[in-house]
């Protein structure tokens, strides 16, 4: 199953992350720098986000979308905020009015239906950018105990993450030498083996018991939600091993 939570659950998971990440940016002001994406400051962030939001809804309503010039209008927006919870509007929208048959592309390995597909994907991407905002109000990247992310989400995400995003063929995860990384959250009785090689990484789901995890090259253990941020390179530095810091992370 690629998922195990709902529409419903997701949708709620991003009306969660919206709220936060409308109260750091606020706090932080929009020219904070964001310690997690350091290239950007919290007007970049609210742009690249409220692009993707934008994005998104194009795809399930069958319309082409331009991402730059969409970044664009939110970099000029004068009320950059609003700018922002307006492009979540428009996403969830277009979620709620699309067919459960709706034909829209979805760009991840073993993706869900489409309709499940950008509802979860939206609901972790704009999790993890509410986090970048939530660093920059801080000054430094949160502990998963600061955040407002619970478990059950931060499971989906990790999951997401190993099983969607990084056995891609433009995955960047990637060693001469083959190696083993068992992901083992604390939380729940789920874990993931993430095979690295020359190739695309290849992920499996099994059991916190199965004892290949405990044979693995690299061990990355903790609670669900500091694991999920760790994985998504929004904790401190040598919070991962540096394979997975340099090689794991995720672009357009």
Same mark, same amino acid.
């Given at each position: 199953m690629p998922?195990?939570?709902s529409?419903?659950?997701? %949708?709620?998971?991003?009306? &969660?992350?919206?709220?936060?990440? !409308?109260r750091?940016a =606020?706090?932080? +002001?929009? $020219?904070?720098?964001?310690?997690?994406?350091?290239?950007?400051?919290?007007?970049?962030?609210?742009?690249?986000?409220?692009?993707?939001?934008?994005?998104a809804?194009?795809?399930?309503?069958?319309?082409?979308?331009?991402?730059?010039?969409?970044e664009?209008?939110?970099?000029?927006?004068?009320?950059?905020?609003?700018?922002?919870?307006?492009?979540?509007?428009?996403?969830?929208?277009? %979620?709620?009015?699309?067919? &459960?048959t709706?034909?829209?592309? !979805?760009?991840?390995? =073993?993706?869900p +239906?489409? $309709?499940?597909?950008?509802?979860?994907?939206?609901?972790?991407?704009?999790t993890?950018?509410?986090?970048?905002?939530?660093?920059?109000?801080?000054?430094?990247?949160?502990?998963?105990?600061?955040?407002?992310?619970?478990?059950?989400?931060a499971?989906?995400?990790?999951?997401?993450l190993v099983?969607?995003?990084?056995?891609?063929?433009?995955?960047?995860?990637r060693?001469?030498?083959?190696?083993?990384?068992?992901?083992?959250?604390?939380?729940?009785e789920?874990?993931?083996?993430?095979?690295?090689?020359?190739?695309?990484?290849?992920?499996?789901?099994?059991?916190?018991a199965?004892?290949?995890?405990?044979a693995?090259d690299?061990q990355?253990?903790g609670?669900?939600?500091?694991?999920?941020?760790?994985?998504?390179?929004?904790?401190?530095?040598?919070a991962?091993?540096?394979l997975?810091?340099?090689r794991?992370?995720?672009?357009?």
């Open positions: 998922t195990t939570l529409v419903t659950e997701h %949708l709620e998971g991003l009306r &969660e992350a919206l709220v936060s990440f !409308v750091y =606020d706090r932080a +002001g929009l $020219r904070a720098g964001v310690p997690t994406t350091p290239d950007w400051n919290v007007r970049n962030l609210i742009a690249h986000q409220g692009m993707v939001h934008r994005w809804a194009g795809n399930l309503r069958g319309l082409s979308s331009d991402p730059e010039a969409l664009r209008e939110g970099q000029t927006s004068i009320d950059p905020v609003e700018w922002l919870r307006d492009g979540a509007i428009d996403f969830v929208t277009a %979620l709620t009015q699309a067919p &459960e709706v034909g829209a592309p !979805v760009f991840l390995h =073993d993706a +239906g489409p $309709r499940q597909f950008w509802a979860r994907r939206q609901c972790h991407e704009t993890i950018h509410a986090v970048d905002a939530m660093a920059a109000a801080l000054g430094r990247a949160p502990s998963g105990e600061e955040t407002w992310i619970g478990p059950a989400l499971l989906d995400g990790i999951d997401e099983r969607g995003f990084l056995p891609r063929p433009k995955s960047t995860l060693s001469d030498e083959p190696v083993t990384i068992a992901v083992r959250p604390d939380e729940g789920r874990a993931w083996l993430v095979s690295v090689s020359p190739e695309p990484a290849v992920t499996e789901e099994v059991s916190v199965d004892t290949r995890c405990a693995a690299i990355l253990t609670g669900a939600v500091s694991l999920y941020l760790q994985l998504w390179n929004r904790a401190a530095a040598h991962v091993p540096e997975w810091r340099e794991s992370r995720i672009v357009w």
